[in-house]
């Protein structure tokens, strides 16, 4: 999940060709409803519950058979996925 704000305007959701992402272990969830649910816990915590503007789920290399019936992979996002897992306790 990529989320807008202060620190991470819109504009970062376009990802370069290669996408790598480092991130806890103990950050990764199994279905989209226990992301989205860790990030209203995480929202709701300062006694102001808002939203991000836009929030982006990044879920692999981006693929498009819309033009002419032909696969193309990057054509809306990375073209290559990397994620680099990390031992330890999540943070804010």
């Known amino acids: 999940m990529l989320l807008s704000g202060p620190e991470s305007p819109t504009g970062l959701t376009l990802l370069p060709e290669t996408h790598i992402v480092v991130l806890r272990a103990s950050q990764v969830v199994g279905p989209y409803e226990e992301a989205w649910a860790r990030l209203r816990r995480r929202n709701a915590g300062d006694g102001a519950w808002s ?33 680099v897992l990390v031992d330890g306790e999540s943070g804010p």
Not at 55 to 77: F, K, N, Y
Not at 78 to 83: A, E, G, Q
């Open 51 to 83: 939203m991000p503007r836009t929030v982006s789920l990044i879920t692999g290399p981006s693929r498009s058979a819309d033009i002419e019936q032909t696969m193309q992979i990057g054509a809306h996002g990375p073209r290559r996925l990397h994620i």
